[in-house]
């Protein structure tokens, strides 16, 4: 359930980073939105649930997230459950959507004017008996047709304290691993006499609408929203 912050660098830095991201009011309430998403969409599915009170701090290369493992034992109405079940229930999340969902898909559809395709999508794999494991496509990017364009996807979640500087950093952060292998591969196709390459970077956003009376959004939404799709379809051509 991602709300994440990019590294520095600094080992001593990063220590004292991931002690604010778990300490931060307004990052802990978008996780707990996440979570507690989750935690309603297995309910039904478990015999007995295991949902930490307290995220962890997970650290990647790049960058760092609040995480929580939430656990469960299926009851036996759904012990031969396919894992398809489960995905279907689970998705979308309010980690790529928001909460509650049929308003926060409403406002992403206004606001990104895009297709997400594959994109916060599920993935993964299955076998015979309907085991699985299966994650949520982020920070992923998918190649057209012709083999010419690489279109890479990342985003953020948007709540009541947002704001929307953070959130564009935090967004560049995440396509930073890929830009990178990106730039890699188009120096390869460059070294072979191939310049018609271009990268699109697209940004996504979730949305949290905390006034579910009238239907509003939160204060800061529709300044935040303004930026993510401000450079929702930026091109960039190595």
């Not at 939430?70 to 980690?95: M, R, W, Y």
């Not at 206004?110 to 008996?129: Q, T």
């Not at 047709?145 to 704001?163: K, M, P, T, W």
Request: hydrophobic fraction near 40%.
């Amino acid at each position: 359930f991602p709300v994440t912050i990019q590294k520095s660098g600094s080992e001593g830095k990063d220590l004292a980073l991931a002690a604010s991201l778990a300490k931060s009011s307004k990052d802990l309430e978008e996780h707990e939105y996440a979570v507690n998403s989750v935690a309603t969409a297995l309910e039904k599915f478990c015999l007995s649930m295991n949902v930490p009170e307290s995220p962890f701090v997970l650290h990647l290369s790049n960058v760092m997230h609040l995480a929580t493992d939430v656990t469960g034992v299926l009851n036996d109405e759904f012990k031969n459950a396919n894992i398809l079940d489960l995905v279907s229930q689970l998705h979308p999340s309010a980690a790529v959507c928001g909460t509650p969902t049929e308003k926060a898909m409403q406002a992403i559809s206004n606001l990104e004017m895009m297709d997400r395709a594959r994109y916060a999508g599920p993935v993964g794999w299955l076998n015979s008996k309907g085991e699985g494991e299966f994650g949520i496509a982020l920070r992923c990017g998918q190649i057209n047709e012709n083999l010419d364009q690489v279109r890479l996807f990342a985003g953020c979640g948007i709540v009541a304290g947002s704001n929307p500087a953070t959130e564009l950093l935090e967004s560049q952060a995440k396509f930073k691993p890929m830009r990178t292998g990106a730039n890699s591969a188009a120096q390869a196709r460059v070294n072979l006499g191939v310049t018609n390459f271009t990268f699109v970077n697209t940004s996504t956003i979730g949305v949290t609408v905390t006034n579910t009376t009238t239907g509003n959004a939160n204060i800061s939404f529709s300044t935040t929203s303004n930026v993510s799709t401000g450079f929702a379809k930026s091109f960039l051509t190595l």
